[in-house]
């Protein structure tokens, strides 16, 4: 009886040792290849014209579901084909894709029966990613090492992140930092999802108070609802912000409706200020995707920012076109910050390869300075 124990067990261990290797083994591998060319005209006097042509290029493996576990692991290469453009070449207007070669995840997931993990150097998205995102729009995406924990049961979800250290677009501004994200929504609602969040970062390295000691809290819902042959769409939020020495708030209004497969929306994002002297900061944003993508307002002005916009998007034979208008104001003071109209153009052409425009004209009033951005792009995944 005790040599049949031990063969069951040593056939066990074989049986899971090859359930294991044919885990790995049975794999994917992948690619994600983009060129594209960006050109960036800053009317200050003090630099020529951006252009910058820049293949990403992003391949990675990851393993079969072993008992709910997988592994992936992605490295990443930029490499500038027109090099005309700062960090690159001094002298040029600023394009935030510099040459990087490095490992953009490396992780270990679990999920099974609503329970979720992930361990390693990862992307990390919450909600619309207006305070924690992987902004993707760069060539080199922001990734965390942390540590994920999520739940979810019914209607409600539950997510929470250790970071350790926050791996910027550009290399030379990674963070050593000491970050607790809990996030927790609640779709049981007809109208809508509701969700509050907390997002408490430190900075292990910077000594400037708004990113050594930077507390959010927020709460937000968000819904559709159809209305005989149209859907009114809707959002609000708002969130208080505290660092050692100042306090502000953010609020954000959008409203809208979808009719015929256009969607027409009418918004506004304040981010607000301490009397002047500090506006609210998004440090783990994806900022590109707000405020317009001139990236004018990648900080936050310290008289805050009021950013009231109007959006129109929608499909024309097979294009996703979206033509946005922003007009910018101090949320603390009388400051006009001027305004801006974005324009985008994107086709996918199959399940592999996708070409796409962008264009972003910014006109300064008071303060910062005319800015003129054009992207034309191609992707191919695989």
Same mark, same amino acid.
């Given at each position: 009886?005790?040599?049949?124990?031990?063969?069951?067990?040593?056939?066990?261990?074989?049986?899971?040792?090859?359930?294991?290797?044919?885990?790995?083994?049975?794999?994917?591998?992948?690619?994600?290849?983009?060129?594209?060319? !960006?050109?960036?005209?800053? $009317?200050?006097?003090?630099?020529?014209?951006?252009?910058?042509?820049?293949?990403?290029?992003?391949?990675?493996?990851?393993?079969?579901?072993?008992?709910?576990?997988?592994?992936?692991?992605?490295?990443?290469?930029?490499?500038?084909?027109?090099?005309?453009?700062?960090?690159?070449?001094?002298?040029?207007?600023?394009?935030?894709?510099?040459?990087?070669?490095?490992?953009?995840?490396?992780?270990?997931?679990?999920?099974?029966?609503?329970?979720?993990?992930?361990?390693?150097?990862?992307?990390?998205?919450?909600?619309?990613?207006?305070?924690?995102?992987?902004?993707?729009?760069?060539?080199?995406?922001?990734?965390?090492?942390?540590?994920?924990?999520?739940?979810?049961?019914?209607?409600?979800?539950?997510?929470?992140?250790?970071?350790?250290?926050?791996?910027?677009?550009?290399?030379?501004?990674?963070?050593?930092?000491?970050?607790?994200?809990?996030?927790?929504?609640?779709?049981?609602?007809?109208?809508?999802?509701?969700?509050?969040?907390?997002?408490?970062? !430190?900075?292990?390295?910077?000594?400037?108070?708004?990113?050594?000691?930077?507390?959010?809290?927020?709460?937000?819902?968000?819904?559709?609802?159809?209305?005989?042959?149209?859907?009114?769409?809707?959002?609000?939020?708002?969130?208080?912000?505290?660092?050692?020495?100042?306090?502000?708030?953010?609020?954000?209004?959008?409203?809208?409706?979808?009719?015929?497969?256009?969607?027409?929306?009418?918004?506004?994002?304040?981010?607000?200020?301490?009397?002047?002297?500090?506006?609210?900061?998004?440090?783990?944003?994806?900022?590109?995707?707000?405020?317009?993508?001139?990236?004018?307002?990648?900080?936050?002005?310290?008289?805050?920012?009021?950013?009231?916009?109007?959006?129109?998007?929608?499909?024309?034979?097979?294009?996703?076109?979206?033509?946005?208008?922003?007009?910018?104001?101090? $949320?603390?003071?009388?400051?006009?910050?001027?305004?801006?109209?974005?324009?985008?153009?994107?086709?996918?052409?199959?399940?592999?390869?996708?070409?796409?425009?962008?264009?972003?004209?910014?006109?300064?009033?008071?303060?910062?300075?005319?800015?003129?951005?054009?992207?034309?792009?191609?992707?191919?995944?695989?």
């Amino acid at each position: 009886m005790k040599a049949q124990k031990t063969l069951l067990a040593i056939a066990l261990g074989l049986a899971a040792s090859q359930t294991f290797a044919d885990a790995i083994s049975d794999g994917k591998f992948y690619a994600d290849v983009t060129a594209r060319f !960006e050109s960036a005209d800053q $009317d200050n006097g003090a630099s020529k014209t951006a252009n910058a042509l820049i293949a990403d290029t992003a391949f990675g493996y990851e393993s079969k579901d072993f008992s709910g576990f997988k592994f992936l692991a992605e490295y990443e290469v930029v490499n500038a084909m027109i090099d005309n453009y700062a960090p690159e070449t001094a002298g040029f207007d600023t394009v935030a894709d510099p040459e990087v070669r490095e490992w953009n995840r490396a992780q270990i997931s679990y999920a099974n029966d609503g329970y979720t993990a992930v361990l390693g150097r990862q992307r990390i998205i919450l909600d619309n990613a207006r305070f924690v995102g992987n902004v993707g729009w760069r060539a080199n995406e922001q990734t965390f090492d942390a540590a994920t924990v999520g739940y979810t049961i019914g209607d409600v979800a539950v997510k929470y992140s250790y970071i350790d250290q926050v791996n910027s677009i550009l290399p030379k501004f990674d963070a050593d930092v000491t970050d607790h994200l809990l996030n927790i929504s609640y779709s049981g609602i007809k109208a809508g999802k509701l969700t509050a969040y907390a997002y408490l970062i !430190e900075d292990d390295d910077d000594t400037v108070s708004a990113a050594k000691n930077n507390d959010t809290y927020g709460v937000s819902f968000s819904g559709k609802t159809a209305i005989d042959d149209m859907s009114v769409i809707y959002t609000a939020e708002i969130a208080t912000q505290s660092t050692d020495d100042f306090d502000a708030l953010y609020y954000a209004l959008e409203g809208g409706v979808i009719v015929s497969g256009v969607t027409l929306a009418l918004g506004n994002e304040t981010l607000g200020s301490d009397s002047g002297d500090y506006g609210f900061q998004t440090l783990l944003a994806t900022k590109h995707a707000f405020n317009g993508w001139a990236d004018t307002f990648l900080v936050t002005p310290t008289s805050g920012l009021s950013d009231t916009y109007l959006k129109v998007a929608g499909m024309a034979a097979g294009v996703k076109l979206v033509g946005v208008y922003h007009d910018f104001k101090a $949320d603390e003071g009388s400051n006009d910050y001027g305004s801006e109209i974005d324009l985008l153009a994107v086709k996918k052409l199959n399940d592999k390869f996708t070409v796409g425009a962008k264009y972003a004209t910014y006109s300064a009033e008071d303060t910062y300075v005319d800015t003129d951005k054009f992207w034309l792009w191609a992707q191919a995944k695989f």
